[in-house]
């Protein structure tokens, strides 16, 4: 099942880029796992084709390890807690020259802290509950659309209430994915150079 109501929202990015994000899983307070690819599918073996491109994401977390490449993703040690990292260099600008665009991912997981601290963030309204709120530098974002993606992979859009709110449908025991885009238009500075149109997207994984 592809990603398709976020793809929705997605329409002007290439196609690799369109269809993956960022996303971090961690069990309980063992290694990081960082994945590149598309969380709605079952990763392929061996990981996504296009996962050579993460190559640095930046860890807000105190890292106690050296990042180690594995197949399909990144592992390291960090600190106990919930783990952020974020990356703006895994796809290039795209586009035409005073038209182009970019894309920043922003990854966290965890649900224990009900705070956010990337500009972009899909934080739980208390420790360990199942509301959550869509933060973008530092203020609610009503209206937002989050993706759920389950543990068996099947998905649900929620929309955001005027205080940035979800609530995650309660179904099996196992690991959920929230995902949330916000596109920007303006002059923005990235690694790759300046482009008009920078795509946020940020995902929040949790066990239950």
């Given at each position: 099942?592809?990603?398709?109501?976020?793809?929705?929202?997605?329409?002007?990015?290439?196609?690799?880029?369109?269809?993956?994000?960022?996303?971090?899983?961690?069990?309980?307070?063992?290694?990081?796992?960082?994945?590149?690819?598309?969380?709605?599918?079952?990763?392929?073996?061996?990981?996504?084709?296009?996962?050579?491109?993460?190559?640095?994401?930046?860890?807000?977390?105190?890292?106690?390890?050296?990042?180690?490449?594995?197949?399909?993703?990144?592992?390291?040690?960090?600190?106990?807690?919930?783990?952020?990292?974020?990356?703006?260099?895994?796809?290039?600008?795209?586009?035409?020259?005073?038209?182009?665009?970019?894309?920043?991912?922003?990854?966290?997981?965890?649900?224990?802290?009900?705070?956010?601290?990337?500009?972009?963030?899909?934080?739980?309204?208390?420790?360990?509950?199942?509301?959550?709120?869509?933060?973008?530098d530092g203020k609610p974002v009503a209206?937002?659309?989050?993706?759920?993606?389950?543990?068996?992979?099947?998905?649900?859009?929620?929309?955001?209430?005027?205080?940035?709110?979800?609530?995650?449908?309660?179904?099996?025991?196992?690991?959920?994915?929230?995902?949330?885009?916000?596109?920007?238009?303006?002059?923005?500075?990235?690694?790759?150079?300046?482009?008009?149109?920078?795509?946020?997207?940020?995902?929040?994984?949790?066990?239950?």
């Amino acid at each position: 099942m592809k990603l398709f109501a976020l793809a929705a929202v997605l329409f002007a990015l290439p196609s690799a880029a369109a269809a993956h994000e960022v996303w971090i899983e961690r069990d309980s307070s063992g290694p990081a796992r960082i994945y590149l690819g598309e969380p709605a599918d079952v990763l392929p073996e061996g990981g996504d084709p296009e996962f050579e491109k993460l190559v640095a994401p930046r860890l807000l977390s105190p890292v106690t390890g050296p990042v180690a490449r594995r197949a399909g993703f990144l592992e390291v040690a960090v600190a106990p807690g919930d783990v952020r990292a974020w990356d703006d260099s895994v796809f290039q600008p795209w586009g035409e020259a005073g038209k182009r665009e970019s894309v920043v991912y922003y990854a966290r997981a965890g649900r224990a802290e009900p705070r956010a601290t990337m500009p972009l963030e899909i934080a739980p309204v208390s420790a360990n509950g199942d509301r959550f709120t869509v933060i973008r530098d530092g203020k609610p974002v009503a209206g937002a659309k989050v993706l759920v993606v389950s543990p068996d992979k099947w998905t649900r859009t929620l929309v955001a209430n005027d205080a940035g709110m979800v609530a995650v449908p309660g179904r099996e025991a196992g690991r959920y994915l929230l995902s949330v885009s916000i596109r920007d238009e303006g002059d923005h500075a990235t690694p790759g150079g300046p482009v008009a149109v920078l795509h946020r997207i940020a995902t929040t994984t949790f066990v239950r």
